[in-house]
């Protein structure tokens, strides 16, 4: 089979021909449907050797889904031919956070496919347990695969502030790529009453994020500090969401957000936001999640059943991979681009 895979540190990653790996005891092989670039992988193909503790080469490919192809012997609950999505994040399945479904803050060594071990840019991929499966129902692989990162990851960094998002509530989310749109319209499914502000560089952006249900959209700037100040009577955003995580970004964060409220930096941009007495405003918490947990997928997977979420997606076939991380590289994929190995 075919292989979009990360050979060299920063060197671009190569379409190779690997054999078809076989699922062992506990196993499943997944023919994959889709898998999302995304703008991680951009931050680890960059990163110089020695950077990041994985062993190359590896197939990347972090956010898939796909079909149940064959099942290991012992893992069931699942059939060939069901549509499935992946849970990016490996634990152990054994600790307190693995036993309450948040793998992704497992502290042991966490694996996953696409990030160090084989992921779903190919046209089969191997999941080491059943429990990372989750069914689709309705929902097409080619189109579901972003809602296990970009979805989930935006829906976990809504989640955790949802206490402060009652009526009169207002969220700012800034940078509106495919995360963000994701996060405007998890705050509109789980927070009808919260005004949603959408700040981006980019007028299309933000033409975007208003068909995604934004209340207003701000050129990023002193002129969108002053309205959002304007917006929630001189106090700031209960919730700010950096999905850029750069420094101007997360400056802007820091003078908008207010007392008691929540700065979540999701983008990896590597910007440092300076903590003191005086900023942020008065016990406003600043917080780095990553990922989110299975109930939570789960949850996702429901909003998208409803109809209630929806991702922008331009699909790639395999021989096009390196095409789309170069458009996700210039700011031109509108979305999530992602892989369909077997188109
Ligand atoms: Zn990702
Ligand atoms: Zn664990």
Sequence with gaps: MKAFQFVEWQKPAELREV????????????????????????????????????KLPFTLGHENAGWVEKLGSGANGFAVGDPVIVYGPWGCGSCENCRVGMENYCPGKIKAGGLGQ?????????????RFLLPLGKLDPREAAPLTDAALTSYHAVKRSIHLLGPGSTAVVIG???????????????????????????????????KMGADEVLISGDGAVKRIKEITNGQGANLVLDMVGVKPTLEMAAQISRVLGHVTIVGLGSGALPVNFHSPAKECSVAAPYWGSIPELMEVVSLAQAGKIKMLVEHFPLERADEAYHLLHDGKIQGRAVITPND
């Design 19 to 54: 054999p078809v790996p076989q699922p062992g005891p506990g196993q499943v092989l997944i023919k994959v449907g889709g898998a999302g670039a995304c703008h991680s992988d951009l931050h680890i193909l960059e990163a110089p050797a020695g950077t990041k503790a994985f």
């Design 118 to 130: 084989n992921g779903g840019m190919a046209n089969y991929m191997v999941v080491p347990s059943t």
């Design 176 to 210: 509106t790529g495919g995360l963000g749109q994701m996060a405007i319209q998890v705050l509109k499914a789980l927070s009808s009453a919260a005004t949603v502000v959408a700040v981006d560089t980019s007028v299309a952006k933000l033409e975007t994020a208003k």
